[in-house]
């Protein structure tokens, strides 16, 4: 099992910047892709960053420019640097990790990003 958990969320206004962190914990045997998700009142829940462990990245096209995925392996976590918030941006966001053999899909409990206008 492993375990994720964020820290970093919060209010803040439009134009701003937070950055989210994720740590991964448990029995880690190897983590292919990280990622954060998030969930805005009344919508689905939607990708937002991705980063392999190799490093490569992908992003959708609404943060493009303003928000940066990286991760350390060595400290099983991973960063979401956003920049530049708009109110938009106003969602639960949540970690994922794709890790095992069997690439197993492990969530994290949440954190709410709040941008105000």
């Known amino acids: 099992q492993v375990q994720l958990v964020e820290s970093g969320g919060g209010l803040v206004q439009a134009g701003g910047s937070l950055r989210l962190s994720c740590a991964a914990s448990?029995?880690?045997?190897?983590?292919?892709?990280m990622g954060w998700y998030r969930q805005g009142p009344g919508k689905q829940r939607e990708l937002v960053a991705v980063i392999t462990r190799g490093g490569s990245t992908n992003y959708a096209d609404s943060v493009k420019g303003r928000f940066t995925i990286s991760r350390d392996n060595a400290k099983n976590t991973v960063y979401l640097q956003m920049n530049s918030l708009k109110p938009e941006d106003t969602a639960v966001y949540y970690c994922?990790?794709?890790?095992?053999?069997?690439?197993?899909?492990?969530w994290g409990q949440g954190t709410q990003v709040t941008v105000s206008s």
């Open positions: 448990g029995r880690i045997f190897f983590i292919n892709a």
């Open positions: 994922n990790a794709v890790a095992g053999f069997k690439m197993d899909d492990y």
